[in-house]
């Protein structure tokens, strides 16, 4: 009997596309706007994982046209120094998109610096403006990670409405935000987290089913609903015996691509699409602040 494989859902190669799309709309504009758009991404101390995403965004920016006004600062910084330099950047014009590169060092409140950027630049989409205009289904910046998940969907058609789709894991940077953005699309939403018993049923029953856990391996292909569309938000480094490193998701991929009719890989699925979703909605508060109709063809 041959063995059924799930087709897999290449975030990479989506993201490429958006990139490309958004660097011929940026040609395009910046001679008639007389600057590019502005992308300030903002990272305190040496944290080697934080310090590979953030050239990674820097390196994606250069790709498609966007200008970085990175700033790295030392672990000691103080909270009133960020919010100084956040200040500066919500009145430098040059500037539509502003991100906090988390994890902060202890001694910094994170929640009290996102608050103090302009909702307007708020590139993350992790404003309580911009989220609240997600909870009543208004046009705002939108979570990267979950609008990405939502236009890697919309790449590979997959209807979400009326389907029954389970997010496992509800922080503010994927799981809740995602939850809502299902139900926007007309699916039946269940969220899963730490304190729901019987997880494997509430996965075995979804058509959708999210894992933004950050547990490696959570998922098994017993939880799966067969011919379910499976997304992987889990990015685990994990050592073996050998002391090799290597990443892997929430899900087990071998087992899982057994028995799901779509899914995404680890790495390559999911990162790509949220430094996309980052793109876009720098362009997106770019083409606001030069007050051009936004008639694009994402």
């Known amino acids: 009997m041959e063995t059924k494989t799930a087709k897999l859902l290449h975030g990479k190669a989506v993201a490429a596309k958006i990139q490309q799309q958004l660097a011929a ?29 953030v050239r990674g965004k820097e390196q994606a920016c250069a790709k498609v046209g966007i200008a970085s006004f990175g700033k790295h600062f030392p672990t000691q910084t103080t909270q009133a120094e960020l919010e100084e330099v956040i200040d500066a950047l919500n009145r430098d014009q040059r500037v539509d998109g502003i991100l ?30 911009n989220l609240g205009k997600l909870v009543r289904g208004e046009p705002g910046l939108r979570s990267c990670t979950p609008a990405g998940i939502m236009r890697l969907l919309q790449e590979y058609e997959i209807s979400l409405e009326g389907k029954r789709a389970t997010v496992v894991g509800r922080s503010i940077l994927v799981g809740k935000p995602l939850a809502l953005m299902l139900l926007e699309a007309d699916a039946t939403v269940v969220v899963a987290h730490s304190r729901s018993p019987n997880l494997a049923e509430l996965t075995k029953n979804a058509d959708i089913l999210i894992a933004a856990a950050g547990r490696p391996g959570l998922i098994s292909a017993e939880m799966v609903k067969p011919g379910a569309v499976v997304v992987d938000v889990g990015i685990n480094r994990i050592t073996d ?5 290597r990443l892997v998701g929430d899900v087990q991929f071998d087992s899982v691509a057994g028995v799901a009719e779509f899914l995404t890989p680890v ?28 008639n694009l063809s994402l």
């Open 25 to 53: 709309e940026i040609a395009k504009l910046q001679p008639q706007v007389g600057r590019p758009p502005g992308l300030a991404v903002l990272m305190v101390g040496d944290n080697p994982a934080s310090a590979a995403y």
């Open 100 to 129: 906090v590169q988390l994890p902060l060092p202890n001694h910094l409140d994170a929640v009290s610096l996102l608050h103090q950027i302009d909702p307007n630049k708020d590139a993350d989409g992790l404003h309580p403006v």
């Open 241 to 245: 015996n050998s002391g090799n490193s």
């Open 267 to 294: 790495p390559g699925g999911v990162g790509p699409m949220t430094v996309a979703m980052l793109l876009q909605n720098t362009f997106s508060t770019y083409l606001r602040a030069t007050k051009k109709i936004a």
